[in-house]
Structures are given as structure tokens and as C-alpha cells.
């Protein structure tokens, strides 16, 4: 069983910074994508950023520039470093690992991550 808990989120005015982590416990980590998604009330549930188990990252075009997805496999975590915050990033963000290990293609896709965190809001102020 796969627990992920993610941290960091908040209250913040536009073009201020936040850091997202998420900690990952239960299989073997590093043998994992790990992604972010994000949720807007009254929207389904979207992808933002990636990092395969290889280390490969790929972002979401609207926060590219703007956040930085990262790993520590010894210490089991995925941190979402946001900054130039936007109102339009406020939403639920969630962390997510990927279903199969060593997945040749690093996805985008929900359906293909599972074992999601609880959630952590995000809120920019204008």
C-alpha cells in the first residue's frame, strides 16, 4: 500500500513563491513517475508537472517557466516548487504516483497514475 501526504500549500498574492512537497511511503520509490495535479472548484482535475523515475521532468504548458518539479528518492519525496504565482493556479494540488514502474514514456495522463495524496489548497490573491 502506497501512502503519499503532500504539505506546503496556502494562502499567497500574485507573484509570490510556494513550495509543495509530497511524501511518498509504502514501495519502492525511486522505481516511480511521480506527478502533480491540480483542481479548480467545479473542474475536473488536472496535470501539472512530472518526473520520471529517470530524473526526465515535463510541465503542463501554463506553469512552464513558473514551477520546477524535483526528487529526493533517499528521502521518498516530490516537491512542487511554485513561483510567479497566478490567480488562475489557485486549486487543489495533488500528488500521485505512477501505476507501473519504470514506465518507458513519462505521462501526462490521470488515468495512468494511482495512489493519489489527500490534496493541499493553493490560494493567489490578485
Known amino acids: 500500500q502506497v501512502q503519499l501526504v503532500e504539505s506546503g500549500g496556502g494562502l499567497v498574492q500574485a507573484g509570490d513563491s510556494l513550495r509543495l512537497s509530497c511524501a511518498a511511503s509504502?514501495?519502492?520509490?525511486?522505481?516511480?513517475?511521480m506527478g502533480w495535479f491540480r483542481q479548480a472548484p467545479g473542474k475536473e482535475r488536472d496535470f501539472v508537472a512530472a518526473?520520471?523515475?529517470?530524473?526526465?521532468?515535463v510541465y503542463v504548458d501554463s506553469v512552464k517557466g513558473r514551477f520546477t518539479i524535483a526528487r529526493d528518492n533517499a528521502k521518498t519525496t516530490v516537491s512542487l516548487q511554485m513561483s510567479s504565482l497566478k490567480p488562475e493556479d489557485t486549486a487543489v494540488y495533488y500528488c500521485?504516483?505512477?501505476?507501473?514502474?519504470?514506465?518507458?514514456?513519462?505521462?501526462?495522463?490521470?488515468?495512468?497514475?494511482?495512489?493519489w495524496g489527500q490534496g493541499t489548497q493553493v490560494t493567489v490573491s490578485s
Open positions: 518526473i520520471k523515475w529517470s530524473g526526465s521532468v
Open positions: 509504502g514501495r519502492s520509490f525511486s522505481d516511480y513517475t
Open positions: 500521485a504516483a505512477d501505476r507501473i514502474p519504470w514506465r518507458p514514456i513519462l505521462s501526462t495522463e490521470l488515468v495512468d497514475y494511482t495512489h
